[in-house]
């Protein structure tokens, strides 16, 4: 799996689409844009969801003790 696939803690979509779109991984698997741009999308969002929900899990912890 290309770490393109992954957005950095600080990066936003325009800078995750840009590197994703454009690493040879990608292109190499999905050559078709439209389809890598599909793929990078959802990885950007489930990336970005997946954060979110362990940010909540730590700070319900947090308000737990």
Same mark, same amino acid.
């Given at each position: 799996?290309?770490?393109?696939?992954?957005?950095? @803690?600080?990066?936003?979509?325009?800078?995750f689409?840009?590197?994703?779109?454009?690493?040879?991984?990608?292109?190499?698997?999905? @050559?078709?844009?439209?389809?890598?741009?599909?793929?990078?999308?959802?990885?950007?969002?489930?990336?970005?969801?997946?954060s979110?929900?362990?940010?909540?899990?730590?700070?319900?912890?947090?308000?737990?003790?």
């Open positions: 799996v290309s770490q393109s696939r992954y957005a950095t @803690p600080n990066e936003n979509i325009k800078e689409i840009d590197r994703c779109m454009s690493d040879n991984v990608m292109v190499s698997e999905y @050559p078709d844009e439209a389809q890598r741009f599909a793929i990078c999308s959802v990885s950007f969002d489930k990336e970005k969801l997946e979110k929900s362990k940010m909540n899990i730590k700070n319900e912890n947090i308000k737990r003790k």
